[in-house]
């Protein structure tokens, strides 16, 4: 026997939760906290937006009463060619690494030989090395190439320097991968380059958003090889900032406006490929 309710019976409001102290605490503190990283991003739209003659201590939190568009226009004139050299620079050095990573994760993980170990741990010792022990010998070392003052100098350093970090995080996602695949395609035939080719590779799409990500933002806001290996045709952005917001009147306007512009390119990078990044992550780089 079955029963039916009512048809004109109203269903019953579900109860209203209480919000918990704890909860509005937490809520509390982490607007909080957003509005602590905030705070410098407001200063830096509020004053790439002002005149020059409405930026002094006075007005520093004022937002402009009148918004100088202007001082983008200015700012790319400025450092247009700069972040163009930043992007060839940044995609290429990225891919090369990226490539040469792979390639060594490759086959530290699924071609073991002896002393592969011992050479994966001199490789990582690259990682822990600063920038400013090396500066010398290598602006000795690229000067020697011929490469001195050119981007592809800048391009050599940063894709040796990344290639340590490239490994790492390429050998640990592989470790995931069943060696059964690899045997597999052994006894098809297949050898080295042709399982990297048709069977490691199509698979390493989350490592490689991983170390693009990664490799992209480092190269991209790196300063010292910046200031050291390259000339007036070849700097990158990085480095013409730090011309912008140099000398004793500085147009304040000008610099924080080719900073908005500056990171733009990372930010796209982010949005493009950020909900990749925490997935390819976890995929394998915390394997050991």
Not at 27 to 48: R, S, W
Not at 81 to 104: D, M
Not at 149 to 166: E, F, Q, R
Not at 263 to 277: E, S
């Amino acid at each position: 026997m079955t029963t039916t309710a009512p048809a004109n019976a109203t269903p019953t409001a579900a109860p209203r939760r209480a919000i918990k102290p704890g909860r509005v605490v937490m809520y509390a503190l982490l607007i909080l906290a957003a509005l602590f990283f905030l705070v410098p991003v407001y200063l830096l739209f509020a004053t790439a937006l002002k005149s020059p003659d409405a930026i002094n201590l006075a007005t520093t939190w004022h937002w402009p009463a009148a918004l100088n568009w202007a001082s983008f226009s200015e700012a790319w004139n400025k450092i247009g060619g700069n972040v163009l050299n930043s992007l060839f620079l940044a995609v290429t050095a990225t891919i090369l690494s990226a490539l040469l990573g792979s390639l060594n994760g490759y086959a530290l993980s699924k071609w073991k030989f002896r002393g592969a170990n011992t050479l994966f741990a001199l490789m990582l010792f690259g990682m822990f090395i600063p920038y400013q022990a090396v500066l010398i010998p290598l602006f000795q070392f690229i000067k020697s190439l011929g490469l001195y003052g050119s981007i592809w100098g800048l391009i050599l350093a940063h894709v040796v320097y990344g290639i340590p970090i490239t490994t790492l995080i390429f050998r640990n996602f592989y470790a995931d991968v069943p060696d059964a695949l690899i045997e597999a395609a052994t006894i098809d035939g297949a050898g080295f380059w042709q399982i990297y080719g048709r069977v490691i590779f199509p698979i390493s799409i989350p490592g490689f958003v991983v170390v693009i990500i990664w490799q992209f933002t480092q190269v991209w806001n790196e300063f010292l090889f910046a200031a050291t290996l390259t000339n007036t045709t070849s700097q990158p952005v990085t480095y013409a900032l730090s011309q912008l917001a140099g000398g004793q009147a500085v147009s304040w306007n000008l610099p924080m406006a080719g900073a908005i512009l500056a990171a733009l390119p990372t930010l796209l990078v982010y949005i493009l490929l950020g909900r990749y990044f925490v997935r390819g992550l976890l995929a394998g780089s915390v394997k050991g």
